[in-house]
C-alpha cells in the first residue's frame, strides 16, 4: 500500500466512525420525540398540531446557523431546489403525517414497526437502482434486527390490525426510506445543516396546509403539562421536540447518511427505537420487560452483521460517499 493509499484508509475510517457517531447522536435525538410528544398530547394538543409546531420552531431555531454556512454559497440554491422540496416533501412531512394516521388505526408498536420496515426498501433500492446486492452477512443482519425490532416493540400478541392503518403505516416507510436515500446525496449538495433547516421549513409548510384543509386535525393548548411525573409549562416539551428531536436530530443525521451511506445508516436508525423504549422508561416510568431488554441486544446484533457485510473501502460502490476533503469536512 503507497503513503496516499494509508492516508487514505485512514481517513475512510475515521470518517466512517464520525458518521457512526453522528447516526448514533441522531437516533438518540430522535428517540426522545415520543417522551416529549407525550406531554403535549395528554394535554390535549393534537399529533398535526405538535409535528408542525416541531417542524417550524426547528426550522427557525436553524435559520441563523444555515445562513451563516450559506455565505459565499448561494449559487448552491438553485440547483438544489428540487432536492430540498422533495427532501421536505418526502423524507419529512409525509413520514411524520403517515405515521399518526397509522397510529390512529394501530397500535403504536405495530405502526412503528410498519414503518422501520424502510430498511428492507432501503436494501432493495441500492441494490435495484445502484447496484449493490447484498452480501449474505447483510442479509443475516437484515433479518437479525427486524426480529430484534419486533422484540423491542413486544407486538406479536395482543396486537389490533386494521388495514387501512396497514397502509399508512407502509406510506410511513416509504419516506423514511426517503430521508435516508435522499439523504446520502452528495454531489454539489448543501451542507447538512442547511438541508435540514430547509426539509423542515418545507415540511412545516405542507403539513400545516394539510391541517387548514382538515386532513390533520388542530388543536393546542397553553396549559401547563405532565412531563416526567412533574407538571411544566408546555414551552418544555416543545423546546425539547423541536430544539433536540428535531433540529439537532436531522441536521445530525443527514451528516450520518452522507458518511455512511443510506443502507448503513438505516440500520443504524433502527437504534432510535431502543433509544425511545431508554427515554420512555427513564421520563414515564415505561419499564421494558426481558423480550424487550433482549431484542434490544438481538437489534445490536443485526446492525453489526450489516456492518461487517458492507463492502471494503478500496471495492466499487456507488452508496459509499466519497472521502470529504478538509474543506468539505469544515464545510458540514
Known amino acids: 500500500m503507497t503513503p496516499d493509499e494509508e492516508v487514505a484508509a485512514v481517513l475512510d475510517r475515521r470518517t466512517g466512525l464520525v458518521g457512526l457517531l453522528l447516526a448514533v447522536a441522531s437516533a438518540a ?11 403535549l398530547l395528554d394535554a ?6 405538535a409535528v408542525v409546531v416541531r417542524m417550524g420552531v426547528a426550522a427557525l431555531a436553524l435559520t441563523v446557523p444555515a445562513l451563516l454556512q450559506l455565505r459565499g454559497r448561494w449559487q448552491l440554491l438553485r440547483p438544489n431546489a428540487g432536492a430540498v422540496l422533495a427532501f421536505g416533501a418526502l423524507a419529512v412531512a409525509l413520514p411524520q403525517l403517515a405515521y399518526f394516521n397509522a397510529v390512529s388505526r394501530l397500535s403504536v408498536g405495530v405502526a412503528l414497526l410498519l414503518e422501520y420496515s424502510a430498511v428492507l426498501l432501503v ?7 445502484l447496484g449493490q446486492r447484498p452480501s449474505a452477512v447483510t442479509g443475516a443482519g437484515v433479518v437479525v434486527a427486524l426480529v430484534g425490532l419486533v422484540l423491542v416493540l413486544d407486538v406479536v400478541s395482543g396486537a389490533r390490525i386494521d388495514p387501512v392503518g396497514v397502509v399508512w403505516g407502509l406510506v410511513a416507510a416509504l419516506g423514511l426510506a426517503a430521508y435516508f436515500v435522499l439523504s446520502a446525496r452528495t454531489e454539489d449538495a448543501l451542507p447538512p445543516l442547511v438541508n435540514a433547516w430547509l426539509g423542515l421549513a418545507v415540511g412545516a409548510v405542507l403539513l400545516g396546509a394539510a391541517a387548514l384543509v382538515g386532513a390533520v386535525p388542530w388543536r393546542t393548548t397553553s396549559s401547563d403539562v405532565v412531563f416526567a411525573g412533574r407538571s411544566t409549562s408546555w414551552l418544555v416539551p416543545v423546546l425539547g421536540l423541536s430544539l433536540l428531536a428535531a433540529a439537532f436530530a436531522y441536521a445530525t443525521g443527514i451528516a450520518a447518511v452522507r458518511r455512511l451511506g443510506s443502507r448503513l445508516s438505516s440500520f443504524v436508525g433502527l437504534s432510535e427505537v431502543l433509544f425511545a423504549v431508554a427515554a420512555a422508561w427513564l421520563a414515564l416510568g415505561q419499564q421494558p420487560g426481558p423480550v424487550q431488554l433482549v431484542g434490544g441486544v438481538v437489534v445490536l446484533g443485526g446492525i453489526v452483521l450489516v456492518r461487517l457485510g458492507e463492502r471494503p473501502a478500496d471495492e466499487p460502490a456507488a452508496d459509499v460517499d466519497p472521502v470529504p476533503t478538509p474543506d468539505d469536512a469544515t464545510a458540514r
Do not use: D, H, M, Y
Open 44 to 49: 390535549g394538543w393534537s399529533a398535526g398540531s
Open 123 to 129: 436494501v432493495l433500492w441500492t441494490w435495484a437502482r
Open 29 to 39: 435525538a430522535f428517540g426522545t420525540a415520543g417522551v416529549f410528544a407525550t406531554g
